[in-house]
């Protein structure tokens, strides 16, 4: 009786603690209602899914440079807020691969009439791609994304510095490989060369730094952050992070605290199911890759979409097919750039690309007329520069 007793008393208290750590952390999760009651007043504008991608996923990660609050050390203007980087995660059907497309931050597209702060609504207008979370936040984003690449998004996450450094610092850091020694003052980086762990402030600064390393690109830049989500991933594969409560409550705990998401990921159900699925995924089946982007023609520090690649990743993603992707710095194979014109699902943006970009100033009307005459299929996808999560970049070449 008294074992039975014991056993009683400490399955009840067990289940006290579990509910407790539940209610914990879905209490931790910020919901964004504001957004998600605008994106369904704009239904009507939004893409539908195609037919080859039910059960796949879309989710949009921003990362917002918001200085207000814990990021005012930062500097800059309280308040003022843009996506410097913005991350398009297309989660496979079957759930056997993933591929995410980092969205240049200054490439040229056209942002759709968006509600502001005030409640009024601004015009279609071409701009460089961050702008449109300033102008709207994440629903503008949202809609923008949708509008040049034709994929509907499905969820999306919001993360800012401060919730960075929370999350780099629950999984015990990120090991990464420095080529050459960083002095940079500005990302407050200093590191020398070879083999780093980053932690908390360091990792934020390796991938906020631009212009002191490489050529100063923001193109290098989305390299550095996609190799350090794919060591990122290696880490939390490699070290059972997932299948280890002790060490998988700090991580839960430190991610329901730093994020803002939509009512659909916003408890911690959602994002539990949705760990599950990146964990079945494998390494080399998780791919990374910028959109293609070039100097943008009228003016060199700004990008265009490079077409018709653009488009043919778009086009492979709405269709849940998977990317082929080859090292960076790498020479393609003949057949990599072969493809032809924009598909009937690409939005007016993805044909702001080589040969098809109007002059500054160009309203959504002229825009939109870039694409005329392009072919109505995208064809088959080329092989695109980039890397897969189980790439590591210290190892040899």
Known sequence: MITAGVVAFLLVATGALLWIAYRTLDGNIRTDSATDELLARLEAERPSRTAG???AENILLIGSDDRSGAN???????????SDTTILLHLAADRRHATAVSIPRDVMVIVPACEKPDGTRGKAGLMQFNWAFELGGPACSIRTVEQLSGI???HYVILDFSGFKTMVDAIGGVEVCVPQAIHDKEAKLDLAAGRQSLHGEQALGYVRARESLGDGSDTQRMGRQQQFLAALIRKVQSQG???NPARLWPVLDAATSSVKADSGLSSLGALYDLTQDLRGVPSTDVVFLT???RPYRYDSDRDEFVQPQTTQLFTALRDDRQVAVRPPDTTPSPSAGAGVGTSPGAGVGAGLGAGASPAPGA???EAAGATAGASPSAGASPTF???TADVD???PR
Request: aromatic share 4%.
């Open 53 to 55: 991608a039910k059960g």
């Open 72 to 82: 005012a050390s930062y500097g800059g203007e309280p308040g003022a807020q843009r």
């Open 152 to 154: 509907r998004i499905d």
């Open 241 to 243: 992070v997932l299948l």
């Open 291 to 293: 959109a293609p982007r």
């Open 363 to 365: 309203g959504s009307n």
């Open 385 to 387: 520069e980039g890397r």
């Open 393 to 395: 970049s210290c190892a």
